[in-house]
């Protein structure tokens, strides 16, 4: 899962049938660049285990598509035995197309459950026109969501964010919360109740774009949120789209980051003594060189993250 896919790409572009079969050794590329990349998270925190229950949440998007498209892949040729079982949250937006994804899904073969409940109308009244919906209807999703685990005795949760999604979960904290927090690839949801992963942690949002571009995934928009121009999760998506355009690689360097904590070398007391601080006398290969310039090489990078820079 962790070999690095290094094909070069030789051929010319002389002839229509060239273009066909670049397009295709491309394609090929990005399939296994994927099932690398999920693989990788999957082994990194132990997302799944021997006779696991994962309940792939499938909202229509591109997102969760690929990601239930690629863990049919991984599963087909995995040395443990884990089911999936696809769910939808059908929440009676007007318009939806509610044929489409059990159309869908039962063409694929995978065994899937729709639950419909109607948080629209409840999202609808509660909050005033104009103003952000996504907080209560992630928090109305998120219970819906863990009910229905519950009564299909998934033991996982898995959701479709990928890496950009973390990196602008971490600036939004960032920005307006104060806080370095971003989202984790493993976590125990807030009841304590069940584990939730999110096996995209590795991969690029882009690649997510292409691949269901390849799949022809019947996209569903959503229209509830989906006219809030001005969230603050999409000017940080653009602020994070501009700065890889200008400066590329910047992207990999910041996801890189994530997976480099130095508490130490912050200021946060509570992860780090820094009043019970004493010199020791010892010599230490990990003391700060207060006086030496910082080091931004990429050798300083983590080993799990380089396999990331160098795709």
């Given at each position: 899962?962790?070999?690095?896919?290094?094909?070069?790409?030789?051929?010319?572009?002389?002839?229509?049938?060239?273009?066909?079969?670049?397009?295709?050794?491309?394609t090929h590329k990005l399939e296994k660049r994927l099932c690398r990349q999920v693989g990788q998270a999957i082994v990194d925190y132990n997302m799944i285990e021997e006779g696991d229950k994962v309940m792939v949440c499938v909202s229509g998007g591109k997102d969760s598509y690929a990601?239930?498209?690629?863990?049919?892949k991984l599963r087909a040729r995995a040395p443990i035995h884990f089911d999936l079982?696809?769910?939808?949250?059908?929440?009676?937006?007007?318009g939806f197309?509610?044929?489409?994804?059990?159309?869908?899904?039962s063409e694929l073969g995978v065994p899937f459950h729709i639950e419909n409940q109607d948080t629209y109308s409840i999202v609808k009244r509660v909050i005033p026109e104009g103003k952000t919906t996504c907080g209560l209807c992630s928090r109305l999703r998120r219970g819906?969501?863990?009910?229905?685990?519950?009564?299909?005795?998934?033991?996982?949760?898995?959701?479709?964010?990928?890496?950009?999604?973390?990196?602008?979960?971490?600036?939004?904290?960032?920005f307006f919360a104060g806080k370095l927090k971003s989202m984790p690839p493993k976590l125990v949801s807030d009841d304590g109740r069940h584990i939730v992963i999110r096996p995209l942690a590795n991969v690029a949002e882009k690649d997510l774009v292409r691949w269901a571009q390849h799949r022809e995934f019947p996209i569903i928009p959503c229209t509830l949120c989906g006219s809030q121009e001005n969230l603050q999760r999409k000017q940080v998506a653009e602020m994070l789209r501009e700065w890889e355009k200008k400066h590329p690689g910047r992207i990999e360097n910041m996801f890189t980051a994530l997976q480099n904590v130095v508490p130490s070398h912050l200021l946060d007391g509570t992860r780090h003594d820094f009043k019970g601080l004493k010199a020791t006398g010892a010599a230490d290969e990990e003391g700060d060189k207060a006086f030496d310039a910082p080091d931004f090489s990429l050798a300083a990078t983590a080993p799990s993250a380089l396999r990331i820079v160098q795709l």
């Open positions: 899962m962790s070999a690095i896919w290094t094909e070069e790409d030789t051929a010319t572009e002389a002839t229509p049938q060239d273009k066909i079969l670049k397009i295709e050794r491309e990601m239930l498209d690629i863990l049919l079982i696809a769910v939808n949250l059908d929440q009676k937006q007007p197309p509610e044929e489409v994804l059990p159309k869908y899904l819906i969501l863990y009910r229905v685990a519950d009564e299909l005795g998934a033991t996982k949760v898995a959701l479709g964010h990928h890496r950009d999604d973390m990196l602008q979960t971490f600036f939004l904290n960032m």
